[in-house]
T-cell receptor
Framework: DVKVTQSSRYLVKRTGEKVFLECVQD?????MFWYRQDPGLGLRLIYF???????EKGDIPEGYSVSREKKERFSLILESASTNQTSMYLC??????????FGDGTRLSIL | GQNIDQPTEMTATEGAIVQINCTYQ??????LFWYQQHAGEAPTFLSY????GLEEKGRFSSFLSRSKGYSYLLLKELQMKDSASYLC?????????FGTGTRLKVLA
């Protein structure tokens, strides 16, 4: 079974902090994605990566950056956390044009 | 551009059949997916259509018409545990575009 593991289920941080969300997958998928999900807005793509060291901006990249140094790991970084970044963050991975597999999500609160 | 629509909410009775529709508009298309998401949990993959027609998987079936930009998810013999949000998504070039989800309530 595909396993996508996110480092934390719940996280509370303060405004201005640098926040790291980690995601690891064990299926050798070339593609990895970071989404945020907010009520009424659905899943919105922040960044994705289709290969090691490659990254592409999604629909809402402002205030975020990513890192993919190894194929199995994709990190999302909030450079200076703000309250409007309070959300559910979901990591996913896939082979190209195949179904995505999601991690359990991180519910992030910025105070 | 990219646009995908599905109803916000639907209600059905235990044991019944329900059809959730999804329409999309895109210049690049490489497949359509359906996911189930229970409250507070991550989406889980249900079905995938890349060619026109019906794909059946137990109580769940999904249909695709590429010329009409239309798909539906059919759930038969509804159970209480089917109460969840159902997300349709298509894939263009690398990016997966999600609808906002249809919240299905199954009543006893």
């Amino acid at each position: 079974d595909v396993k996508v593991t996110q480092s934390s289920r719940y996280l509370v941080k303060r405004t201005g902090e640098k926040v790291f969300l980690e995601c690891v997958q064990d299926m050798d998928h070339e593609n990895m994605f970071w989404y945020r999900q907010d009520p009424g807005l659905g899943l919105r793509l922040i960044y994705f990566s289709y290969d090691v060291k490659m990254k592409e901006k999604g629909d809402i990249p402002e205030g975020y950056s990513v890192s993919r140094e190894k194929k199995e790991r994709f990190s999302l970084i909030l450079e200076s956390a703000s309250t409007n970044q309070t959300s559910m963050y979901l990591c996913a991975s896939s082979f190209t044009y195949q179904p995505q597999h999601f991690g359990d999500g991180t519910r992030l609160s910025i105070l | 551009g990219q646009n995908i629509d599905q109803p916000t909410e639907m209600t059905a009775t235990e044991g019944a059949i329900v059809q959730i529709n999804c329409t999309y508009q895109t210049s690049g298309f490489n497949g359509l997916f359906w996911y189930q998401q229970h409250a507070g949990e991550a989406p889980t993959f249900l079905s995938y259509n890349v060619l026109d027609g019906l794909e059946e998987k137990g109580r769940f079936s999904s249909f695709l018409s590429r010329s009409k930009g239309y798909s539906y998810l059919l759930l038969k013999e509804l159970q209480m545990k089917d109460s969840a949000s159902y997300l349709c998504a298509y894939i263009g070039t690398y990016k997966y575009i999600f609808g906002t989800g249809t919240r299905l309530k199954v009543l006893a």
